[in-house]
């Protein structure tokens, strides 16, 4: 099985920065595109920046030139980089990998898309 598990998040106040990582572990083959999404309360899940196996990336709107989002393939890690936050940042982010795994049974490898536990990040005076 594979499992995406995220750290960082937390309070910050406005103009504020955090970074967020996630990594994946388990019967990985390779990861693909990666990303991070987040979701604000009554609203729906929007993706803010991805990133492909490459390293060609893409921003949302809200937050070119705020965020970056990098990756380490040796190590499965998918980093977000948040600077000069603002309140309207505030939402429970997740990370997602498109991953291949290893099945271990037929058909061998198979390719779905796994979320992170998702991670608070508040930012408030």
């Known amino acids: 099985q594979v499992q995406l598990v995220q750290s960082g998040g937390g309070l910050v106040q406005p103009g504020g920065s955090l970074k967020l990582s996630c990594v994946a572990s388990g019967m990985i083959v390779s990861i693909n595109a990666m990303g991070w999404y987040r979701q604000a309360p009554g609203k729906q899940r929007e993706l803010v920046a991805s990133?492909?196996?490459?390293?060609?990336?893409n921003y949302a709107d809200s937050v070119k030139g705020r965020f970056t989002i990098s990756r380490d393939n040796v190590q499965n890690t998918v980093y977000l980089q948040m600077n000069s936050l603002k309140p309207e940042d505030t939402a429970v982010y997740y990370c997602?990998?498109?991953?291949?795994?290893?099945?271990?049974?037929?058909?061998?490898?198979?390719?779905?898309?796994?979320w992170g536990q998702g991670t608070q990040v508040t930012v408030s005076s």
């Open positions: 990133i492909t196996r490459a390293g060609t990336t």
């Open positions: 997602k990998a498109e991953i291949t795994v290893l099945t271990g049974t037929t058909p061998a490898f198979k390719k779905d898309d796994y």
